[in-house]
């Protein structure tokens, strides 16, 4: 065993020893420090990632998402993201960020937005697997702590995944999240769960298997399914943000305590609390809750009337005004633990696809 495997760093425990671990997927303008402490209300997830600092050679780790570590009070550990190729850059900000309190560093290998894949960032780098290898080299070497991996399971198609995960292997990343679409599938297509079984009896840091996971339940059979160490979960935490609290109910064998609509209509006004600050107007502020409720409506009602009417909302007391019409005229009922089917999260026209690595 070489001196570096000896001193090896473990990973944070989760909340309950024994149970598969899980994380909140980084979101870029989602899982910022409000989302984080709005998640820790309703259960904090093991792990939290942040959105990405971009890399490159003017970059400077961005204040707002050094918040989300700084200031980081949910009592669980945040690990820092990563986007870029150039090494020197990347290195340098390693450096920078492990002056803050992560509980490691993350290279994310999957965002499939166009403007970010075009510069050979993100998923672009997984056309590349040969800088892959020298860049995961780097950053093995640059971080004396964790290091970990985010990857989706190739660009257009998965023939360089083996590649990849070998030198995932061969320089010892601490934990691999595998998103089972490739770059080109982006956001819509069926998760690929047999690639990520795959991964995780191709290396041997435990393995997150990220990509769907709509419920605790799916949670568990997408485990029993992968054999993954735990999961990630990102757009279904915004839909259901007691989703890391029923997967512990659910890993434990006990009954998954379900939500009512007055419950989330708590969560709309606490998440809105939250998110606002005075320098945003309020316009800007509705429109960018329209983001998260597109989410949100896909368990209220199987027609989507509950986003027919909150994609039409200009100011806060419209906003609340139907939240009350459908999450109060009849609160006891139970809010869908799965998306209707049907019912599509899609962008809202004031939120700009091209600006974001979002849908
Ligand atoms: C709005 C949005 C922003 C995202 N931003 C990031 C990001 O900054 N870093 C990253 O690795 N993945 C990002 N992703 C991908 C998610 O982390 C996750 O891999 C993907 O949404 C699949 O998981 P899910 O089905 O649980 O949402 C983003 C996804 C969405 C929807």
Redo the contacts with the bound molecule.
């Keep these: 065993m070489t001196q570096a495997t000896a001193t090896r760093q473990s990973l944070p425990a989760g909340h309950i020893a024994g149970q598969p671990l899980t994380a909140l ?7 910022d420090l409000a989302f984080m402490r709005v998640i820790a209300h309703y259960g904090a997830p093991d792990y939290y ?1 942040t ?2 600092f971009r890399v490159h050679a003017q970059s400077r780790p961005e204040k707002h998402i050094l918040r989300s570590i700084d200031e980081n009070d949910t009592g669980r550990p945040v690990f820092a ?1 990563l ?1 870029g190729e150039d090494i020197t850059h990347l290195e340098r900000t390693v450096a920078a960020l492990l002056r803050h309190p992560v509980a490691g560093i ?1 290279l ?1 290998l ?2 499939p937005a166009p403007k970010v894949y075009k510069k050979n960032v ?1 998923g672009g780098l997984l056309r590349e697997p040969g800088r892959i290898d020298e860049i995961l080299a780097a950053l093995r070497a640059a971080v004396p702590g964790l290091f970990t991996v ?1 990857m ?1 399971i190739g660009f257009d198609d998965t023939d360089a995944f083996d590649r990849i995960l070998e030198s995932v292997d061969r320089h010892r990343a601490d934990l691999l ?1 595998v ?1 089972g ?1 490739t770059v080109k599938e982006m ?1 819509r297509s069926e ?1 690929r769960y047999p690639m990520i079984a795959h991964a995780v009896r191709r290396v041997r840091c435990p393995v997150l298997a ?5 419920s605790a339940a799916a949670a568990s059979r997408i485990l029993e399914e992968t054999n993954a160490a735990g999961v ?6 915004i839909r259901n943000p007691w989703i890391f609290r029923q997967c512990r109910q659910q890993f434990a064998g006990e009954p998954v305590t379900p939500v009512t609509l007055s419950e989330v209509r708590e969560y709309v006004e606490r998440l809105y609390r939250a998110t606002q600050s005075p320098e945003f107007p309020e316009r800007a502020h509705v429109n960018k809750m329209k ?1 998260y409720l597109n989410f949100v409506g896909q368990g209220v009602d199987p027609d989507g009337a509950f986003l027919h009417d909150m994609r039409r909302v200009t100011s806060e007391a419209e906003l609340f005004t139907v939240c009350d019409q459908h999450l109060l005229s009849a609160s006891d009922r139970i809010f869908a633990d799965e998306p209707y089917a049907g019912v599509i999260a899609r962008p809202n026209c004031e939120t700009p696809t091209d600006q ?4």
Excluded at 25 to 31: E, F, S, Y
Excluded at 210 to 214: A, K
Excluded at 232 to 237: P, V
């Design positions: 997927a980084p979101m870029q303008d989602v899982t990632v959105e990405f993201q986007i993350d994310n999957g965002c993100g985010k989706r999240t998103h679409r956001y998760v990220n990509g769907n996971e709509t990630m979960i990102g757009r279904h935490a983001k974001t690595c979002s849908l």
